[in-house]
């Protein structure tokens, strides 16, 4: 397993920001979706976040839910997407699972952190899972040695972003905007002081996400955090492509724009 | 209505400092939402210990909203069943159910801290119509979310959230239902929390919901009680709600929870049958896990992918549970069983022929509840929360039972009893 760390360590040797690229599991289907996160690590995406498809996803805007919909309605299992895990791990890229947190609860939080340990994930992201409720969770992640990145967000008081930085491992997902994933036009001004904020109480890096889908939002973002978090820009990517072939394409072609962009920031 | 957040018996009533019921509650949520959720919880603490506060939500109700409402002696029912029931009569509220004494609490919060816009889910609409109702009442902005499909099958009540100056966003991803309707209502939250509060339709969700909400609706049980004994000198045997979300139920219980000889029924919805997959009974069929922000019962599938519910019944076609319901459940003060469609619309029919009350059919659950009840009980007193009237149920009923046309024909009878309370196993 390649720790996040090591991707961290070695971005930051290099004097940049990292990409972090999400798709979800099962989308188009589970050969798809492997195959569409290995395209976007030999294009340049530095940790690779799985996302776990769930039928309510709170935090998502149309584009993923979109995504994850079908991806359940092709019949997507919990272990489809550890499978999944294992496949992108085997790059050598660091591999998260984003996931709500009932599929979580109902496979056994110890099994999923074994599991996911075997499969050579790095850790989890836990958007509707915070570090109040997360004390089964912070254990199983302990004792396999397992990433644990919660979100904070502009809302965050100064006491809850110690609070939830110091439970972190890995990095910190700072959600750059009040709202829910998508591809917006402008980068947010709330990201830069949130990142600022963040820093201030935690020595983990940290990572910007919610709406960055081009190189020049990318070179923004990455001008103040030490990674750009990309989600819903890749999505669209393979749903607006005419097929797969051209899907894994524009996939490339993406991935080739933002990692620019967190070299220019 | 308590003057304050009742912690003085976590066992019972609860919750504790963090939301839970026991193992149920408590607050998974997006971090976007934590300070939103705090700023409301204290907000809501501080407004119960001002006697301000309280005594216009009082005054509210009382002169707005039509409360207390009616405890009425069903002797006509009580005849047919054996029993002696008696019918909280929430249907007869503005608007027509237990709703408006949520609403009007939770507008009254939003009011107090200065917000200005309310967002709400709907499944029939109820909800919907009574935070509409309550925004135009106290000048507030409020847009509600309503799954596609029940803004088709609940048309009348759309029209009556517009005509009250509402935004109804018909929400089409998922299921298209409730379920979805509040996942949407939580993404427009996290974006707009500045000035918007969501006003949550039902004892279910994070904490300070299944809380608050039920204080706001507790005046049921609180006025039950106090007219029950005054009606017929002693406590009831038995009460009997649905539970759909569980707040009318939850609104109910809260008084007799500490009554050892009280025995505590909820009724969910049963569908077509616990034994097919077209059913909302999710405490009885049900496995814990997380929905909507709390630890509770959930119809989810082996992988924890929420499960579409059924019921006849909108309100009550919710594939989670309040927390407080779960550990009541857990714990054994309360009991929850299935009513099927059919046991429902059977109780629908004979409370409209043998008293003249048409109920909403997620009550026709508790009424169909409260029959089979009387079977095992005969002579007993069961108070039943009547928590809506049916008047939106009429397309629903018209399907069901061939109305609407005169015909030579004549018109269906109501099912006998024992019917009934085969229907409900």
Redesign the interface.
């Known amino acids: 397993m390649t720790s996040t760390a090591d991707a961290f360590a070695r971005t930051r040797e290099e004097g940049r920001a990292a990409l972090v690229g999400y798709l979800p599991a099962g989308f188009p289907d589970v050969a798809g979706s492997i195959e569409a996160m290995r395209t976007m690590v030999d294009s340049g995406c530095d940790v690779i976040e799985v996302g776990l498809p769930?039928?309510?996803?709170?935090?998502d805007?149309?584009t993923i839910?979109a995504a994850a919909?079908r991806a359940?309605e092709g019949g997507i299992?919990?272990r489809d997407v550890l499978r999944t895990v294992e496949a992108v791990a085997a790059t050598g890229t660091p591999t998260v699972v984003m996931t709500y947190?009932?599929?979580?609860?109902?496979?056994g939080v110890e099994r999923f952190a074994a599991d996911l340990a075997g499969a050579g994930g790095a850790g989890l992201i836990t958007?509707?899972?915070?570090p109040?409720?997360g004390e089964e969770w912070i254990a199983a992640a302990d004792s396999h040695d397992l990433d644990k990145i919660?979100?904070?967000?502009?809302?965050?008081?100064d006491e809850?972003l110690r609070y939830?930085a110091d439970a972190c491992r890995g990095f910190v997902y700072a959600?750059a905007?009040?709202?829910?994933t998508g591809a917006r036009t402008s980068t947010s001004d709330l990201a830069g002081p949130l990142v600022a904020r963040t820093r201030a109480v935690t020595d983990l890096p940290v990572g910007v996400g919610l709406g960055v889908s081009s190189g020049e939002q990318a070179a923004e973002v990455a001008a103040f955090a030490d990674a750009v978090i990309v989600g819903s820009a890749f999505v669209r990517a393979l749903l607006d492509a005419e097929d797969r072939s051209a899907g894994l394409k524009a996939l490339a072609v993406l991935t080739e724009d933002l990692a620019s962009g967190v070299r220019r920031g | 209505m308590s003057t304050t957040p009742t912690l003085d018996e976590p066992d019972v009533n609860g919750p504790d400092e963090r939301g839970r019921f026991g193992d149920f509650g408590g607050r998974f949520m997006p971090e976007a939402l934590m300070a939103a959720l705090d700023e409301l919880t204290a907000a809501w603490h501080e407004a119960m210990a001002d006697e301000a506060f309280t005594a216009e939500f009082q005054r509210m109700l009382r002169e707005y909203a039509g409360v207390p409402s009616l405890l009425y002696d069903a002797t006509k029912l009580s005849e047919r069943a054996g029993a002696r029931i008696l019918l909280k009569r929430e249907d007869l509220n503005h608007t027509g159910a237990h709703k408006i004494r949520n609403v009007l609490g939770q507008a009254l919060l939003t009011k107090r801290m200065g917000k200005t816009r309310m967002i709400a889910e709907t499944g029939a609409g109820q909800h919907g119509v009574a935070t509409a109702t309550a925004a135009a009442y106290l000048g507030l902005d409020c847009t509600v979310y309503m799954g596609e499909l029940d803004t088709e099958r609940q048309a009348l009540n759309v029209a009556r959230m517009q005509l009250l100056g509402a935004e109804v966003i018909p929400v089409s991803s998922g299921s298209r239902t409730l379920k979805d309707a509040i996942n949407e209502a939580i993404r427009d939250w996290v974006a707009s929390v500045d000035r918007t509060a969501y006003c949550f339709g039902t004892a279910a969700g994070p904490h300070p919901f299944p809380a608050m909400v039920r204080d706001f609706c507790r005046g049921i049980g609180d006025e039950a009680r106090a007219q029950c004994l005054e009606l017929t000198g002693a406590l009831p045997d038995s009460v009997v709600a649905c539970v759909g979300g569980g707040s009318n139920a939850i609104g109910l219980f809260t008084a007799f929870l500490q009554d050892e000889s009280v025995d505590v029924f909820g009724f969910e919805a049963g569908g077509d049958g616990v034994d097919t997959e077209r059913h909302a009974a999710t405490i009885w069929a049900g496995e814990v896990g997380v929905l909507h922000g709390a630890r509770t019962y959930v119809l989810q599938d082996e992988d924890g992918q929420t499960v579409e519910s059924h019921s006849i019944s909108a309100g009550l076609d919710y594939p989670g549970v309040g927390p407080q319901h779960a550990h009541l459940a857990h714990i054994g003060r309360a009991t929850y069983r299935p009513v099927t469609d059919t046991a429902a619309m059977d109780a629908m029919a004979l409370l409209a022929r043998t008293e003249g009350i048409i109920p909403a059919i997620e009550s026709a659950h508790a009424v169909a509840g409260a029959m089979e009840l009387a079977r095992e009980r005969p002579g007993s007193t069961i108070l039943v929360n009547l928590s809506g009237r049916g008047d939106k149920d009429m397309g629903t009923a018209i399907e069901w039972f061939g109305l609407g046309q005169a015909s030579s024909d004549g018109t269906p009878e109501p099912a006998t009893e024992e019917q009934i309370a085969e229907g409900a196993k």
């Not at chain 1, 947190?101 to 496979?107: A, H, I, K, L, T």
């Not at chain 1, 958007?127 to 915070?130: E, K, N, R, S």
């Not at chain 1, 919660?150 to 008081?157: E, G, H, I, R």
């Open positions: 769930y039928s309510d996803p709170v935090m805007g149309p839910q919909q359940l299992r919990t947190w009932n599929p979580v609860e109902r496979y958007p509707d899972l915070t109040d409720s919660f979100l904070v967000a502009p809302s965050s008081t809850r939830t959600t905007v009040m709202g829910v």
